[in-house]
């Protein structure tokens, strides 16, 4: 019974995101099409200027 539960959920999840597709609320592909951006607080950020900072002083 708990592979049937199994299949049913996951079913129910692909039915939801296909219509999430189909409808547009869902977006694949890159963030920037998407109008996507993370938080301003977002520790992302962050790492990326430590990064861009580190590529610089080894000179890159």
């Keep these: ?25 869902l977006v694949v592909g890159d963030f920037d099409e998407a109008g996507w951006q993370p938080p301003a607080d977002d520790p992302g950020w962050q790492m990326n200027v430590d990064r861009e900072r580190y590529r610089a002083l080894l000179g890159r």
Excluded: F, I, P, Y
Aim: proline letters at 0%; a negative charge.
């Design 1 to 25: 019974m708990l592979w049937r539960d199994s299949v049913v959920t996951e079913l129910a999840w692909l039915t939801e995101t296909l219509a999430d597709l189909k409808s547009g609320a």
